[in-house]
C-alpha cells in the first residue's frame, strides 16, 4: 500500500514562510502524479497546487499564485514553500499522490487522487 508521510507547518506570522514535505514510500508503480490541498472545518477540500513526477509541469490555484511553489526532488519527495502567507492560508494541508502513465501529468481534483498523507495543520496569526 502506498505510503505518504507529511512533515512541516506550524504556526507563523502574517508575512511568513514555512515549508512542507511529503515523501512517498511503498510505490507500487513507476509514475505519479503528486499534489497539495488544503481544508478547513465546513468547508470542501481545496486545491492548491500540482506537480508532474518529471518536476516540469506545474499547476497552481490561483490563491497561491505568486507566493507558494511546489517542487520535487529526484527520489520520492515532493515540497510546498509557502510565503507570504495571510491568516486566509489557515488550514489542514495534504498531499496526494495518483498512478500515472506520464512522467507529465497534472491533476487539480482531489477525487482524482488514490493516496493521501495524514495532514498537517498551518497556522498563520494575524
Known amino acids: 500500500q502506498v505510503q505518504l508521510v507529511q512533515s512541516g507547518g506550524g504556526l507563523v506570522q502574517t508575512g511568513g514562510s514555512l515549508r512542507l514535505s511529503c515523501t512517498i514510500s511503498?510505490?507500487?508503480?513507476?509514475?505519479?502524479?503528486l499534489g497539495w490541498f488544503r481544508q478547513t472545518p465546513g468547508k470542501e477540500r481545496e486545491f492548491v497546487a500540482t506537480?508532474?513526477?518529471?518536476?516540469?509541469?506545474t499547476y497552481y490555484a490561483d490563491s497561491v499564485k505568486g507566493r507558494f511553489t511546489i517542487s520535487k526532488d529526484n527520489a520520492n519527495t515532493i515540497y510546498l514553500q509557502m510565503n507570504s502567507l495571510t491568516p486566509e492560508d489557515t488550514a489542514v494541508y495534504y498531499c496526494?499522490?495518483?498512478?500515472?502513465?506520464?512522467?507529465?501529468?497534472?491533476?487539480?481534483?482531489?477525487?482524482?487522487?488514490?493516496?493521501w498523507g495524514q495532514g498537517t495543520q498551518v497556522t498563520v496569526s494575524s
Open positions: 496526494a499522490a495518483d498512478p500515472s502513465l506520464s512522467t507529465d501529468y497534472v491533476l487539480a481534483r482531489d477525487y482524482e487522487y488514490a493516496y
Open positions: 511503498k510505490r507500487t508503480v513507476s509514475f505519479y502524479v
Open positions: 506537480i508532474s513526477w518529471s518536476g516540469g509541469v
